[in-house]
């Protein structure tokens, strides 16, 4: 589970190239020998084989006479996956070394900067916030405009516990970016509560349910949600259903809302099964472990169910069917009270 906790951050690198160089800057590698690398280097990520990725990605960078922006950052991806800290920092810091142009270098500062928050999270050292803070910042010298760094600034100012700078940066990325961006509703809750930009926030989704309805985490603001990633083809995940139709008579009327996220290919088959159940709340199919919402929350076994508080917050975590009713009772406590304070505000 090394790798989820990161899954965030490293979205976010992802995103950064597009908006700072263009896509083509990350078609991957041209010499043709490095071209093959790149796709078994690719096979073995999407396996989730973090090692041999990392030698077959160090080898099509190689191929390419080390020019492969794509390869490279595909390196520290790998690396993190592995938890390998120091062979992190070493790849990124060749690719600052390497980088030429302002925008490539940009790109390379702001690699390091996500490799170390990545790792201060990671080992709870205020240290690497610091050193993080530090590349974001020669990221902006080199390319000013820059929102994603601008936005991961912030989270490291945040875990610095300099808020106020924290809450500048925020502010700075909403307005940089269109209204229709992903991570600008996220932006805004953090330039009203900064200190929450230290949590470990659930990764921002959206889906379409069942019945057609489309729902972000945003939509479900102020609510405790509960994610069931599941299959129809999953033992475990039959057996645990009681469990769930529990729950969910259990909490009726509560500010909860349950998601069950399906991985199941045949359409038809999840849908029979949803409606001979009786599964009422709210349902969607991601499709296999390569879908969407799967590898946004790293989910490699199931049944696998996440627990976000009302803030957002990733609270908990569990493989397996496990007891959570206690935990959940707590979180929807809190709920109402927000609920309610928010009431009493207007």
């Known amino acids: 589970m090394r790798y989820m906790r990161y899954a965030g951050i490293i979205l976010m690198c992802a995103l950064a190239v597009v908006h700072v160089v263009g896509q083509d ?57 592995l938890g390998e800290w120091k062979a992190a920092e070493v790849a990124a810091g060749e690719m600052v070394e390497e980088a030429q142009g302002p925008k490539i270098l940009a790109i390379a500062h702001y690699e390091f900067g996500a490799v170390l928050m990545n790792e201060g999270a990671d080992k709870h050292k205020d240290e690497f916030f610091a050193r993080a803070h530090d590349e974001f910042t020669k990221a902006l010298a080199s390319a000013p405009n820059f929102p994603i760094a601008v936005y991961n600034d912030g989270l490291a100012l945040a875990h610095m516990n300099q808020d106020d700078a924290a809450k500048t940066q925020f502010e700075r990325y ?28 659930a990764p921002l989704f ?31 995940c039959r057996e645990a259903l009681p469990h769930m139709l529990k729950i969910a008579k259990k909490f009726q009327g509560e500010p909860l809302v ?26 969607c199919r991601d499709g296999s472990f390569d879908g969407a919402m799967a590898k946004l929350f790293a989910v490699h076994e199931i049944p696998h169910t996440f627990t976000i508080d009302a803030d957002g917050v990733l609270q908990d975590e569990h493989v397996g069917d496990a007891a959570i009713e206690g935990k959940l009772k707590k979180q929807l406590a809190r709920a109402r009270e927000m609920r309610e304070a928010d009431k009493a505000g207007r």
């Not at 990392?54 to 922006?69: M, P, T, V």
């Not at 961006?181 to 809750?189: K, M, V």
């Open 25 to 81: 800057d990350t078609a991957g590698p041209t010499n043709e020998k490095a071209r093959k690398s790149y796709r078994e280097a690719m096979e073995y990520l999407n396996q989730h084989r973090w090692a041999a990725a990392f030698e077959s990605f160090k080898k099509a960078d190689k191929q390419d006479g080390g020019r492969c922006l794509a390869c490279q950052r595909q390196i520290i991806k790998s690396a993190i996956g």
């Open 258 to 283: 349950m998601l069950s996220v399906s991985l199941d290919t045949d359409e038809k088959k999840w849908k029979d099964f949803i409606a001979k159940n009786e599964m009422t709340w709210l349902n």
């Open 206 to 236: 959206s889906v379409t349910t069942v019945d057609g309805q489309h729902i972000s985490l945003e939509d479900l603001k102020g609510k405790v949600v509960l994610i069931d990633f599941w299959a129809t083809w999953c033992g475990p």
């Open 174 to 201: 909403v307005k940089m970016v269109p209204p229709d961006d992903s991570f600008r509703p996220r932006a805004l809750f953090f330039v009203n509560h900064p200190a929450l930009a230290r949590e470990k926030m």
